[in-house]
């Protein structure tokens, strides 16, 4: 693999950014801002006096991205060494840099009010992940295709041997991408194109029985369906489904003699373990929509598509991982059931040899806090999980002993609460069987067994649990208090209740920016070149009554509160006056209610008209907050389907932003 230069000295002026690699006679690149031109120079070509040289150090070259004004380049301006992996350093990347291309451009005032809505999705986006790299190693793939690659690809540029699906700045990478791949000197401009990785990585030193251990944490998370918890659900017609995460646990063990190297000589190991998960939304075209209501309104979409795409996925999982053992946890009551019956549907219409499907009702059987229960789960899935294995390879053999041929699919409704406490308990079982089979422990101990080993297994995997739920759901994960301490606890449900509520007003209030600046980052929408024709993104079109309501019922509850602090000289007329106000307060209230649809922040780059409107067969709970009108015309609709039972032949309301449009 061709290493990646580590810093770069940037030098600019209104013609050029020239990107130096510092510490090497390397060659540097150009970028001419008049035409975005990318030019590799000859070798020891002299810097142009009329360039300024940054005082910033540049760690890395993302790519770039055009607006609706300029093009901007996207560098690394700040790095954490988080540790080393076989040799390897990993890095976060902590500080960003947005450098335009048009010098009458400046990204502190932009002359346009798009621009700048634009530029603070960008720059929330990479503010707010949490992405990771190396120059040395391939962060992107599994410790076990990096083992089988053929020798002839192992000196591949690191962009071309990185998985595209977790090839996190991918789109923004491409000028770079194409311009090396046109070139006869694909070599020379391999070490500039940097892969991140937007996911975890979390490793640990342990000692155990006189055993030097390293146990690591990586969890992926795709670019393709990349999103929020509301705003991307289910799965497109590729395949790809949203929130969809690839974890590895890396077990690495000294060898007999010690490591003097710091632990981190790749041929001092005496084993290397690795065991990989997945969890993605459940492969339907499904969605909840949201209406201030705390549990939105849920949707099922029968295209007639759904199966093939299903197949889709399905098959690329297989594919890649070999058999797939897919766990649902999806309630089989209540509002969930019509998504779990959806799938089991369509899996059992698809019987597909290489897929099991294993449901498990998660909230049933550990109900009364009864988590131990969860073991249930592991004999279930025993037999599966020996036939397909973990990855092993020992230093006295020169090919791995054990290859892992499948995999487990976890899924909840968001892959995220009930899924976290699944896959742990699934990789602390294959753990146990990991370090028996290296001798580290004697048959019939485990993890849990040496409080040392226990308590870092379960806080790398807590920490990993939040990490993922932030990032998707706006808060750290629910039951983390059972990863954390292997109970369910009363404190925990507590902190569980305020994390809930803090989901509920991230989900309503603010992820519509934060899908809008997933799908500008990943290529999901691409600007026009005029800002006048993108005016949407930043204007407010709603009725001027829908507006009015929210400072209406503010200014009501102010009134009443001043209210009881005026002077009592009539006990009638502060009942006329608290009346009034309550009413007033009481009627915008309602008001907003009826209408959730027109207060929740919806992302606007790509509208979810499709789903809002959906008007084909398939399943909805109800149509709340879409104004007076749509609910009683629904109404009429659901009597006829109690009457019927043929609702699903009829096409579903179309609602634009509270507004009901007549078939």
Same mark, same amino acid.
């Given at each position: 693999?061709?290493?990646?230069?580590?810093?770069?000295?940037?030098?600019?002026?209104?013609?050029?950014?020239?990107?130096?690699?510092?510490?090497?006679?390397?060659?540097?690149?150009?970028?001419?801002?008049?035409?975005?031109? #990318?030019?590799?120079?000859?070798?020891?070509?002299? #810097?142009?006096?009329?360039?300024?040289?940054?005082?910033?150090?540049?760690?890395?070259?993302?790519?770039?991205?055009?607006?609706?004004?300029?093009?901007?380049?996207?560098?690394?301006?700040?790095?954490?060494?988080?540790?080393?992996?076989?040799?390897?350093?990993?890095?976060?990347?902590?500080?960003?840099?947005?450098?335009?291309?048009?010098?009458?451009?400046?990204?502190?005032?932009?002359p346009h009010v798009v621009e700048s809505n634009l530029l603070a999705l960008i720059r929330s986006h990479f503010h707010h992940g949490n992405f990771l790299l190396s120059y040395t190693w391939d962060i992107?793939?599994?410790?076990?295709?990096?083992?089988?690659?053929?020798?002839?690809?192992?000196?591949?540029?690191?962009?071309? =041997?990185?998985?595209?699906?977790?090839? !996190?700045?991918?789109?923004?990478?491409?000028?770079?991408?194409?311009?090396?791949?046109?070139?006869?000197?694909?070599?020379? !401009?391999?070490?500039?194109?940097?892969?991140?990785?937007?996911?975890?990585?979390?490793?640990?030193?342990?000692?155990?029985?006189?055993?030097?251990?390293?146990?690591?944490?990586?969890?992926?998370?795709?670019?393709?369906? +990349?999103?929020?918890?509301?705003?991307?659900?289910?799965?497109?017609?590729?395949?790809?489904?949203?929130?969809?995460?690839?974890?590895?646990?890396?077990? @690495?063990?000294?060898?007999?003699?010690?490591?003097?190297?710091?632990?981190?000589?790749?041929?001092?190991?005496?084993?290397?373990?690795?065991?990989?998960?997945?969890?993605?939304?459940?492969?339907?075209? !499904?969605?909840?929509?949201?209406?201030?209501?705390?549990?939105?309104?849920?949707?099922?979409?029968?295209?007639?598509?759904?199966?093939?795409?299903?197949?889709?996925?399905?098959?690329?999982?297989?594919?890649?991982?070999?058999?797939?053992?897919?766990?649902?946890?999806?309630?089989?009551?209540?509002?969930?059931?019509?998504?779990?019956?959806?799938?089991?549907?369509?899996?059992?219409?698809?019987?597909?040899?290489?897929?099991?499907?294993?449901?498990?009702?998660?909230?049933?059987?550990?109900?009364?806090?009864? !988590?131990?229960?969860?073991?249930?789960?592991?004999?279930?899935?025993?037999?599966?999980?020996?036939?397909?294995?973990?990855?092993?390879?020992?230093?006295?053999?020169?090919?791995?002993?054990?290859?892992?041929?499948?995999?487990?699919?976890?899924?909840?409704?968001?892959? @995220?609460?009930?899924?976290?406490?699944?896959?742990?308990?699934?990789?602390?079982?294959? @753990?146990?069987?990991? =370090?028996v089979e290296a001798g580290v422990l004697t048959p019939g101990s485990g993890v849990d067994d040496f409080e040392v080993l226990s308590k870092e297994f379960r806080e790398m995997w807590a920490d990993h +649990?939040?990490?993922?739920?932030?990032?998707?759901?706006?808060?750290? +994960?629910?039951?983390?208090?059972?990863?954390?301490?292997?109970?369910?606890?009363?404190?925990? =449900?507590?902190?569980?209740?305020?994390?809930?509520?803090?989901?509920?007003?991230?989900?309503?209030?603010?992820?519509?920016?934060?899908?809008?600046?997933?799908?500008?980052?990943?290529?999901?929408?691409?600007?026009?070149?005029?800002?006048?024709?993108?005016?949407?993104?930043?204007?407010?079109?709603?009725?001027?009554?829908?507006?009015?309501?929210?400072?209406?019922?503010?200014?009501?509850?102010?009134? #009443?509160? +001043?209210?009881?602090?005026?002077?009592?000289?009539?006990?009638?007329?502060? @009942?006329?006056?608290?009346?009034?106000?309550?009413?007033?307060?009481?009627?915008?209230?309602?008001?907003?209610?009826?209408?959730? #649809?027109?207060?929740?922040?919806?992302?606007?780059?790509?509208?979810?008209?499709?789903?809002?409107?959906?008007?084909?067969?398939?399943?909805?709970?109800?149509?709340?907050?879409?104004?007076?009108?749509?609910?009683?015309?629904?109404?009429a609709r659901k009597n006829k389907f109690l009457a019927t039972g043929k609702l699903h032949k009829h096409p579903v309301e179309q609602v634009e932003l509270g507004t009901l449009k007549k078939d």
């Open positions: 693999m061709v290493p990646l230069y580590q810093r770069y000295s940037l030098y600019s002026d209104n013609d050029t950014y020239i990107f130096v690699p510092e510490g090497t006679d390397a060659r540097s690149l150009t970028i001419h801002r008049a035409s975005g031109d #990318i030019v590799l120079n000859e070798p020891k070509t002299p #810097i142009p006096s009329s360039t300024r040289r940054s005082s910033k150090v540049i760690y890395g070259i993302l790519g770039t991205i055009s607006l609706t004004l300029s093009e901007y380049i996207i560098v690394v301006t700040g790095r954490e060494l988080l540790s080393r992996l076989l040799g390897h350093d990993i890095y976060r990347a902590t500080n960003f840099e947005i450098l335009p291309l048009n010098p009458n451009i400046s990204v502190e005032h932009p992107t793939t599994r410790l076990q295709v990096h083992t089988q690659r053929p020798v002839e690809n192992r000196d591949n540029a690191l962009w071309e =041997l990185a998985d595209t699906r977790f090839f !996190w700045n991918r789109f923004i990478a491409t000028r770079l991408i194409d311009a090396a791949t046109s070139s006869n000197e694909t070599s020379s !401009w391999a070490p500039y194109i940097l892969p991140i990785l937007y996911g975890t990585f979390d490793l640990r030193p342990i000692f155990l029985h006189g055993r030097q251990l390293q146990l690591c944490l990586i969890s992926r998370r795709s670019r393709l369906r +990349a999103g929020t918890r509301y705003f991307r659900r289910g799965t497109d017609h590729d395949g790809n489904v949203a929130n969809f995460n690839e974890t590895e646990q890396i077990l @690495l063990i000294e060898g007999p003699s010690g490591l003097s190297a710091g632990f981190n000589a790749d041929s001092q190991y005496s084993n290397k373990f690795s065991f990989v998960q997945i969890r993605g939304s459940i492969p339907l075209f !499904w969605a909840e929509i949201n209406t201030l209501r705390y549990k939105p309104d849920l949707q099922v979409m029968e295209l007639e598509n759904t199966q093939d795409v299903m197949q889709k996925h399905l098959a690329a999982q297989t594919s890649t991982y070999g058999q797939l053992n897919i766990v649902n946890l999806v309630n089989q009551k209540g509002h969930e059931k019509p998504v779990k019956d959806a799938f089991e549907r369509h899996i059992t219409q698809l019987n597909l040899s290489d897929v099991k499907y294993e449901y498990f009702d998660f909230h049933m059987e550990c109900k009364k806090m009864r !988590w131990d229960r969860i073991s249930l789960l592991i004999d279930i899935l025993k037999d599966d999980l020996e036939k397909t294995g973990y990855y092993a390879h020992s230093s006295s053999e020169s090919a791995p002993s054990h290859l892992q041929t499948g995999v487990v699919r976890t899924n909840c409704m968001d892959n @995220l609460d009930r899924t976290n406490v699944v896959q742990a308990t699934l990789a602390k079982w294959t @753990l146990n069987k990991q =370090l +649990a939040d990490a993922i739920a932030t990032a998707y759901g706006g808060s750290g +994960a629910l039951k983390s208090d059972f990863t954390r301490t292997n109970k369910r606890t009363q404190k925990g =449900l507590l902190e569980d209740g305020v994390k809930s509520v803090t989901r509920y007003l991230k989900n309503t209030f603010f992820d519509g920016p934060k899908q809008d600046s997933f799908d500008l980052v990943t290529g999901a929408w691409i600007p026009r070149k005029n800002p006048s024709a993108s005016i949407f993104l930043v204007a407010d079109t709603r009725p001027l009554i829908i507006r009015a309501m929210p400072p209406t019922a503010s200014f009501a509850l102010f009134m #009443i509160a +001043a209210g009881l602090t005026l002077p009592r000289t009539s006990d009638y007329s502060l @009942l006329y006056y608290f009346l009034l106000w309550l009413s007033i307060f009481a009627a915008a209230v309602a008001f907003i209610i009826i209408h959730g #649809i027109q207060y929740v922040s919806w992302p606007r780059l790509n509208p979810l008209t499709d789903i809002i409107y959906y008007n084909g067969p398939g399943f909805r709970s109800a149509h709340n907050g879409k104004g007076l009108q749509a609910t009683a015309h629904l109404d």
